[in-house]
């Protein structure tokens, strides 16, 4: 039978991210390349911040947004797939911190996400761009500690 060629992932940072927090975000995917043998190949910092936005659109109630540097993205995702020959994307993006009262009803289970609109602009343009699986996750400085999540 045919095999498959394993994935090829790349990881994108955000230049908007504080240093400190790169550096964690960097040593999670070493962690998850070594315990879980994840093929993390090769990461690029974007040229420029991305400048996302989050807002609930009026209307409907949903979470959405923007990506101001857009072109900045999809430059770090070209680099490493016509360099570094990745077939798979993750990105982190430093959002915006969220207004406290927010972030505690979504993570008791109530409200709306509010990062999950941008959250899909970013993978849809690259998947749209690339033609490759592309997944995100949101660089914000840590939240207090909640005694109540399990």
């Known amino acids: 039978g045919s095999s498959a060629s394993p994935p090829e992932q790349g990881l994108v940072l955000d230049s908007g991210i504080e240093e400190e927090l790169r550096l964690r975000h960097l040593q999670v995917a070493d962690a998850a390349r ?39 993205l999809l430059r770090a995702v070209d680099a490493l797939v016509n360099q570094a020959g990745v077939n798979a994307v993750a990105v982190v993006a430093r959002f915006p911190d969220d207004d406290p009262e927010d972030s505690d009803c979504y993570r008791e289970g109530k409200g709306v996400d509010l990062l999950a609109g941008v959250e899909a602009i970013i993978s849809h343009l690259i998947v749209k761009e690339f033609k490759i699986p592309a997944a995100h996750a949101p660089a914000v400085l840590p939240l207090p500690l909640s005694p109540s999540v399990s």
């Open 34 to 72: 070594a315990s879980l043998g994840l093929p993390v190949v090769e990461y690029a910092v974007t040229d420029a911040p991305l400048e996302i936005k989050t807002w609930f659109d009026p209307k409907c109630g949903k979470s959405t947004g923007s990506v101001g540097n857009s072109d900045s």
